[in-house]
Every structure is written in C-alpha cells, then in structure tokens.
C-alpha cells in the first residue's frame, strides 16, 4: 500500500497570497494518478486535480497541480476567501488507492 | 448532472453489519464507471473502503475485505454496501462515490454522506 505524507499539516496564509501543498508518496504514483481534493466543513470533498496536473471540470486556474513519481505539489496562486479548507491529496493507480492525512488552509 | 444520496441506519450495534444503499440519478450505473464507497471518521483523513465496476468486479480495500461486500441492482440505479462486525473503530462518515477508469480515476462524483455511529 502506498502512504501519502502531506506537508505541512496547516497553512496560515492570508487572502490574495499564494499557497503551496505538498504531497510525498513512498513509493512511485503509477503513471501519475495523483488526484487533489477540497473539503469544507460538513461537506464532501470536491476533485480539483486528476493525472496529477489536470484541473477538473469548473476549476479555477488559480489551482494548479504539478510534480511526478514520489513528489506533487497543489498550488493556489492567490487565495480567495472560499479556499480556506482542508485538502486531500489520493492516489489511484494502485490497489487499495490512499488518500493523505490533508493539509488545512486557515486563515491568518 | 449525477447525484447520488446515501442512505441507511444511522445508528448500529457492535458485532452487526452495517448496511447502506446509494441511490444514483442523473446516470444509468451500467452505462459504465466504477461505483464505491469511501468513509471519515470523525476529525480524521478518507479512507477508501472499496468499489465495483457496473459489471461486477469488486475492489475491496485489504484492510477490510474480509467484512465487505459492495453489490449494485441495475434495475433500481443503486449500489450497497454492507460491513460486518462492526466496532467502534467503524464510526464515520460513509461517502458513497464514482470513479472513472486510467488517468480518469479520480473520484469525480461524491454523495453527501451519512454518519454511522456504532454503540449499543
């Protein structure tokens, strides 16, 4: 089973600025299916990356994902108030797929 | 535009089988894609329990396969999940989901979620 570390743990950034999430497999993303997920509070979470770098329908290009093999990195390049929550990195290209404990997004 | 909505007992005693159901609308489960389910313990990360292709396959998460069971009924648009044994361990919330195939694997679809409490 692969493990996904996601760093850091909490991000305190304030709106406009940018944010950068990473995500750390322990061993090699299987041709990159590595997928993003947002996660308010009381909902489910929300796709936003697949394939590692590909936005999902009706995304905002303010989110960006990028990186390969063990490394991937979400970035948001100006936060808008709504983008304080929790995100979820999950890979999915092998058996069981693993999501990673998350990283939160508060407000400074 | 998909939706599903979970549904079942909110309430479950230790040693039963916790049983729900997820009804999809918006797109005929075997038309395709994979069907599943994921679950959150309170204050915790996802963990994905398992899924099944519209034609039968199943895909259990190792740590739990020998207590699941995902099936799908075609004629009523739904799918089930049943988990037995269950401790206190099991208390979450039950998201039931759909995924693609390849590089379009991720989960694009998602329920609202049903919590599930074990306690006598």
């Known amino acids: 089973e692969i493990v996904l570390t996601q760093s850091p743990g909490t991000l305190s950034l304030s709106p406009g600025e940018r944010a950068t999430l990473s995500c750390r497999a322990s061993?090699?993303?299987?041709?990159?299916?590595l997928a993003w997920y947002q996660q308010k509070p009381g909902q489910a979470p929300r796709l936003l990356i697949y394939g590692a770098s590909s936005r999902a329908t009706g995304i905002p290009d303010r989110f960006s994902g990028s990186g390969s093999g063990t490394d991937f990195t979400l970035s948001i390049s100006r936060l808008e108030p709504e983008d304080f929550a929790v995100y979820y990195c999950?890979?999915?290209?092998?058996?069981?797929?693993?999501f990673g404990q998350g990283t939160k997004v508060e407000i400074k | 535009q998909v939706q599903l909505q979970e549904s079942g007992p909110g309430l479950v005693k230790p040693s039963e089988t916790l049983s729900l159901t997820c009804a999809v609308s918006g797109y005929s489960i075997s038309s395709g894609y994979y069907w599943g389910w994921i679950r959150q313990p309170p204050g915790k990360g996802l963990e994905w329990i398992g899924s099944?292709?519209?034609?039968?396959?199943?895909y259990y998460n190792p740590s739990l396969k020998s207590r699941v069971t995902i099936s799908v009924d075609t004629s009523k648009n739904q799918f089930s999940l049943k988990l037995s044994s269950v401790t206190a361990a099991d208390t979450a919330v039950y998201f039931c989901?759909?995924?693609?195939?390849?590089?379009?694997?991720?989960?694009?679809?998602w329920g609202q979620g049903i919590l599930v409490t074990v306690s006598s």
């Open positions: 999950q890979q999915y290209g092998s058996s069981p797929g693993t």
């Open positions: 061993q090699s993303v299987s041709s990159n299916y």
């Open positions: 099944m292709y519209h034609s039968g396959s199943t």
């Open positions: 989901a759909r995924r693609g195939s390849g590089r379009l694997g991720a989960i694009d679809y």
